[in-house]
């Protein structure tokens, strides 16, 4: 983002003589409009009580929105945490003394300060006054920060700038074409890098329509789709594009299907375009950085980069730079560039393990398995044969005097559940070397053996 | 077919389905939670579960229905909606 951008709208996508009836959040039985969504956004920031910074728990991904532009119009940074668990909202918390929690339902367990949104009982009662203008917000100011679980214990935060957030989903929504009549579906939480992007930044960006749900099941997936307009862009990932496609019923049109977090197969993006009739495409990115580049997953294995972004080597690995971007990221995936400026994947760097679409650092499963009472020794290992993506890890540990249930409650409470081992071995030695390493034959040998060997 | 016989053919679904290595179909306990806690099955298993409920009894899943909690909240519950919808 050019430096000479002093402020951006809150909503570059507010169409002035319309926005009273463009549509922005939509769910069964009732749709917000843009001009309704502020309104409702500048009262709520002026009943909220004072606090330095904001935790953005909302599920619903209309509220999600409200609560963000409360934050954005009070000029009070938003949190999102990595997950949902209470221990990762309270190490935000204790990083970031006074930040309010908001949540469309109760967190159980939670302690810190909380306060529940609820949509206005009844929105189209109070006539507001128009806007008296459209709020508009610093471009540098860092209005989000996006938290990763890190590799150091800790979640680490990744500040994003609200003028770049708004020019990369700019950006993003010309590349997928989705404009002011498009509706977005998403399966993706809004408090992750992909679900803000696609369902949150780019309605805000260009005015399009995002539907307020979640939803997860193949069936919830069809009724939500049917339920919107067409053009209909549907942003979600590989998990549930294999569910969806032996689903039973009649899909509505899809005019795209957008994945990410997981690389998609050829195969399977080849059925999604086959049974929704559709064109399927994929985002690579990551927190860090963001979104940057996308392909058709059915033209190949080379990736296109985003307007104005680009990588260049920094030995081994290289960097990400555009206009959207602050400055150079580095990147943990090893990308080969092609002279033509496309670029393939060709694999992850060695700490970081995605299962399920969500990554982690080994380092930092670890960390959090050795810091559970009772586990003197313990290590994350990735099973053999988990290729390309993994499906489950496993977990070698000593821990005298608990039990693999007890073992698996307290990792419950420490990391993501999609982390949690399928296969737990309790040992009385981990098999470390003179180097104090553990060799990963030797780790693999151990999980066969618990394993039965059986798959 | 006998009440049993659906129950530990649901059983062996879900141990085949997940890849529950540890596990055999006659140790899952027919009321421990699935979810969570007892068998900590998460929301990944939810899906392929659901698929291969659908495929293999024709009984569709979706979180509009008001008792999918009570549907996932034990091997019996899921049994028993199975046979009452397949």
Redesign the interface.
């Known amino acids: 983002m050019p430096d000479t951008i002093a402020a951006v709208p809150l909503m570059p996508g507010l169409r002035p003589a319309t926005g009273a009836s463009a549509p922005l959040v939509r769910r069964p039985g009732q749709v917000l409009s843009q001009v309704d969504l502020l309104t409702q956004a500048v009262r709520l920031a002026a009943a909220l009580p004072p606090a330095p910074f904001v935790i953005n728990l909302c599920e619903d991904r209309g509220l999600f929105i409200l609560a963000l532009c409360a934050a954005l119009v009070r000029g009070v940074q938003t949190l999102l945490p990595p997950n949902r668990l209470v221990q990762s909202i309270e190490e935000i918390v204790a990083a970031y003394p006074g930040a309010l929690c908001l949540s469309d339902s109760p967190v159980a367990g939670l302690a810190p300060p909380a306060w529940l949104v609820a949509a206005p009982v009844d929105p189209a009662a109070a006539q507001p006054p128009p806007l008296a203008r459209a709020p508009v917000i610093a471009a540098a100011w860092e209005a989000i920060l996006v938290f990763t679980s890190g590799s150091t214990g800790k979640p680490q935060p990744h500040p994003k700038r609200w003028g770049d957030v708004m020019a990369c989903a700019a950006v993003a929504a010309r590349r997928f074409g989705i404009g002011p009549a498009t509706t977005v579906v998403a399966t993706v939480p809004p408090q992750h890098m992909y679900g803000l992007e696609l369902s949150v930044a780019v309605p805000l960006a260009v005015g399009a329509a995002v539907d307020a749900g979640r ?6 997936l069809r ?1 939500a789709l049917a339920r919107v307009p067409a053009p209909r862009v549907l942003v979600t990932t590989p ?2 594009l294999a ?1 969806c496609v ?4 009649d899909w509505p049109e899809v005019a795209l299907v957008i994945s990410a977090t997981a690389p998609l197969s050829g195969e399977l993006a080849g059925l999604v375009e086959e049974r929704l009739g559709t064109r399927v495409c994929e985002i690579y990115g990551c927190t860090e950085a963001g979104s940057i580049a996308s392909r058709r997953t059915l033209d190949g294995p080379h990736w296109q980069w985003y307007d104005s972004a680009s990588a260049a080597a920094q030995g081994e690995r290289c960097a990400v730079t555009a206009d959207f971007l602050p400055a150079p990221v580095p990147l943990s995936d090893i990308l080969k560039l092609h002279d033509d400026g496309t670029f393939q994947l060709l694999g992850r760097g060695s700490d970081m393990v995605k299962v ?1 679409g969500k990554r982690a650092s080994l380092a930092d499963l670890n960390l959090r398995l050795n810091a559970i009472p009772g586990v003197t020794d313990g290590v994350f290992v990735i099973p053999a044969g988990e290729a390309p993506e993994v ?2 890890l496993a977990v070698v540990a000593v821990a005298p005097g608990l039990d693999r249930a007890a073992l ?1 409650a307290a990792l ?1 409470e420490r990391i993501d ?2 982390f ?1 081992p ?2 737990l071995v309790l040992v009385d030695r981990l098999p470390r070397n003179e180097t104090g390493k553990c060799p990963r034959e030797r780790l693999l040998e151990l999980v066969q053996a ?3 060997g ?2 | 077919m006998s009440e049993d016989s659906l129950l530990s053919e649901v059983g062996r679904l879900i141990v085949e389905t997940l890849q529950l290595q540890d596990l055999r179909p006659e140790e899952i306990d027919p009321d421990a939670p699935l979810f969570g806690q007892g068998l900590g099955l998460d929301s990944i298993d939810a899906l392929e579960l659901a698929l291969a409920v659908s495929q293999r009894y024709g009984v569709t899943l979706s979180s509009e229905d008001p008792a999918l909690r009570a549907v996932f909240a034990s091997l019996r519950s899921l049994t028993e909606h199975i046979r009452a919808n397949r």
């Open positions: 939803p997860f099941f193949p069936e919830d009724l998990i549930h569910a032996d689903a039973m019923g399920a499906r489950r698996l419950r559940p999609c949690l399928r296969t618990r394993g039965g059986a798959r």
